[in-house]
């Protein structure tokens, strides 16, 4: 008997097909994930961190990173915040934020400031994570470096089956102790069976020496130049294990330098000490750069200049209060100078230590407090007779002769001055007379505002004018948001 087309037999069999397909489909589907790394140098507290957060926020957004991975972050003494924690509020997606402590930081001599006493890792995460570890790097004897380096550890959960075990680095800047910090790395992964594993972050490496990083690459394994090199700087031969990594950013751009590191302001990107690097059991789909900071300055330019000019203001209060020392947050590099809280090129301004800059003295912070209360004063009275002359236009009788002439205010229409708008004991009034202003018609009392505060701002500029240049004079670098560019790969987990 032929097979009839809509018989129930076919029909059977085509919905049990359609069913198998998807199934297979969706097995597929769920054995595979797919994640968005990205690595970036937070500059810990360089130039305006409140305004490059914000920056910072958004460029990971835009990004569409899913997990997070930071280093050079600023960390309070107790422990207690954190940039990252920062930037979590910031980014309400990322629910699991974890920072790690590597050393405490050495302040600038004669500070006078207290907080962001530590430095470490941080690691903020859209998806659940496991333990997370902080493995302590040997700290040698020998070697210029004297910062307490750690690699964090930190287990991404994919689903009941799959983990990306990711590695935050950030080797030191002494070249021995780059191939140590490598070595001990590789020995964590393969001491504790890793799979699927990320080593990502801030290898600290140039151009002219990049062998450390190279102990990781499969295709430079068996590099002779890579061992010997990093056997003599360490006094000692040693055999690299056999977990094989590649290059996410090579995998993708075969001819494209991918440099992330900036000499600011000159000579722009010269190297590339910010890698990911991943195991043969992870495919990189796409690699991409962002924050070269030409957003960022179209964006935030006045929001920096304003950020400084509370700066100033606010360590002139530490000198009324009786503040001595250095008033920068960090140092100004080596193009500048530290005076008033903010970073001034070196050429055209020295360093000074409160209380002797006198930009941001006490008589400077006096004098900004009596301009403020004064021009406040005026805003008030003159938004006061704003609101009188409303109140008296809205009386007025719409046939009256003044208004057809177009002339609605009190000092066209002498019947309205005479009005009483409110009474003497309104607070206003009591104001209004306690300044020897009560008698003046609303529109005499707001064109003397307006004059007065026009005049208050014109000399308040020329008495404070060094301190305006100082708000002004914003450095190149003050206009990138790091010295470092974030680094983002999309990964395909099997």
Partial sequence: MPCLRNSPRNFCFHRFALLALTVSVVQISCGTHHVTVCTYNL?????????????????????????LLLQEVRIHGDRSWSQALFLQRLLPKFQWAFTRLADKVTKPSDSYWTGWEGEGLAVLSKLRTGEVRAEH?????????????????????????????????????????????????LKFIQRNGLKNVVVAGDFNVYTDFSHPVRLFLDKDRKSEDDLEECSMRMMGAFEAPAQAFHDAWEMTHKTSSGFTFSNMPSPGLTSRPDRILVTNDITVEETQLHGDGTQYKSRHSRDILFHRFWRVLHVARDTFQGGTGFSCLHDCGPHGACRCGVCMNNEAFDRCLLPDCSECSSGVYLLACAFSVIFFLLLVLAVIAAIKILVVASRMDQSDAFFLLGCTCCLCNPKLIRQSTMTGRHWTGRLLRCLGVGKLSPVYLLLFCLIVMVLCLTVGFAVLKSSFDMVGGVMPEEYFPSDHLMLAAELEIH
């Fill in 43 to 67: 500059w810990n507290v360089m130039f305006s961190w409140e305004i490059r957060m914000q920056y910072i926020a958004n460029m990971v957004n835009q990004a569409g990173c899913d997990v």
């Fill in 137 to 185: 790097l040997s700290k040698p004897q020998y070697g210029s470096d004297a910062n307490q380096r750690i690699a964090l550890h930190v287990p991404i959960i994919l689903d009941s089956t799959a983990i990306m075990n990711i590695v935050v680095v950030h080797f030191s800047y002494q070249r021995q102790q780059q191939c140590q910090n490598a070595l001990e790395v």
